[in-house]
T-cell receptor
Framework: NAGVTQTPKFRVLKTGQSMTLLCAQD?????MYWYRQDPGMGLRLIHY???????AKGEVPDGYNVSRLKKQNFLLGLESAAPSQTSVYFC????????????FGPGTRLTVT | KNQVEQSPQSLIILEGKNCTLQ??????????LRWYKQDTGRGPVSLTI?????NTKSNGRYTATLDADTKQSSLHITASQLSDSASYIC????????????FGKGTKLSVKP
C-alpha cells in the first residue's frame, strides 16, 4: 500500500501560469482533502470531497479549483498562479467524517515567482 | 471564533528527558481532538484521536490527555529520542463537520544528544 501519494514533489511557477497537483490514494477512502501549510500558520483546508464526483469549498478556496472524477484521485488546479499561493500543499484522505483518521500525503512544495 | 492555541512555540530538550506540550481550544461544538507528528519535509502523521468521553490515550511513549471541561489537552513524551524531533500539531474537529478540522500552529520540538 502506497497510502496517499502526491505529484509533483516540487514545482516553481511564474505568476500567471497554471498547473495541476495530483493526489492519489489506494485505501478506497471516500473523503479527500487539500490543505495548504504556510510558515507560522496551521494547516488550512482549501477544498474537500466526500465522494466521487463531489467537491466542496473549505476555508481558503479562492484561486483554486478541484475535481474528483475517480474515487482514488483528487486534483487541485491553479488557473493563474499568484505569489500568495507559494506554500506547501498537502492532500489527505479518510474513510469517513467525525473521529475517522486522516492520512496525509508527503506534500508538494510550490513556489510562485 | 474556533481556535486552537499551542504552547510552547518551540522546545529544546536533552535525549532521554520527558516533556509536555500544551493545547487550548475554543472550538464548539466539539467532536474530537487529535495530535499529529510532522517531521520536517513530511506530511503529518496521527498519534492519537480522543473523543469527548476519553480523557487519556497512549501511543507508545506518547500520552495525550483531554479535559473537555476546561478545553485543554496535553501531549506527554516519555524518555525522548532523537527521532522525536519534529513539530507536534494539535487538531480539533468541530461537531457535525465533514472536513473542517481546526489546526494549531504546532510546537517544534528539538531533542539534542
Amino acid at each position: 500500500n502506497a497510502g496517499v501519494t502526491q505529484t509533483p514533489k516540487f514545482r516553481v511557477l511564474k505568476t500567471g501560469q497554471s498547473m495541476t497537483l495530483l493526489c492519489a490514494q489506494d485505501m478506497n477512502h471516500e473523503y479527500m482533502y487539500w490543505y495548504r501549510q504556510d510558515p507560522g500558520m496551521g494547516l488550512r483546508l482549501i477544498h474537500y470531497s466526500v465522494g466521487e464526483g463531489t467537491t466542496a469549498k473549505g476555508e481558503v478556496p479562492d484561486g483554486y479549483n478541484v475535481s474528483r472524477l475517480k474515487k482514488q484521485n483528487f486534483l487541485l488546479g491553479l488557473e493563474s498562479a499568484a505569489p500568495s499561493q507559494t506554500s506547501v500543499y498537502f492532500c489527505a484522505s479518510s474513510s469517513g467524517q467525525g473521529a475517522w483518521e486522516q492520512y496525509f500525503g508527503p506534500g508538494t512544495r510550490l513556489t510562485v515567482t | 471564533k474556533n481556535q486552537v492555541e499551542q504552547s510552547p512555540q518551540s522546545l529544546i530538550i536533552l535525549e532521554g528527558k520527558n516533556c509536555t506540550l500544551q493545547c487550548n481550544y475554543t472550538v464548539s461544538p466539539f467532536s474530537n481532538l487529535r495530535w499529529y507528528k510532522q517531521d520536517t519535509g513530511r506530511g503529518p502523521v496521527s498519534l492519537t484521536i480522543m473523543t469527548f468521553s476519553e480523557n487519556t490515550k497512549s501511543n507508545g511513549r506518547y500520552t495525550a490527555t483531554l479535559d473537555a471541561d476546561t478545553k485543554q489537552s496535553s501531549l506527554h513524551i516519555t524518555a525522548s529520542q532523537l527521532s522525536d524531533s519534529a513539530s507536534y500539531i494539535c487538531v480539533v474537529s468541530p461537531g457535525g463537520s465533514q472536513g473542517n478540522l481546526i489546526f494549531g500552529k504546532g510546537t517544534k520540538l528539538s531533542v539534542k544528544p
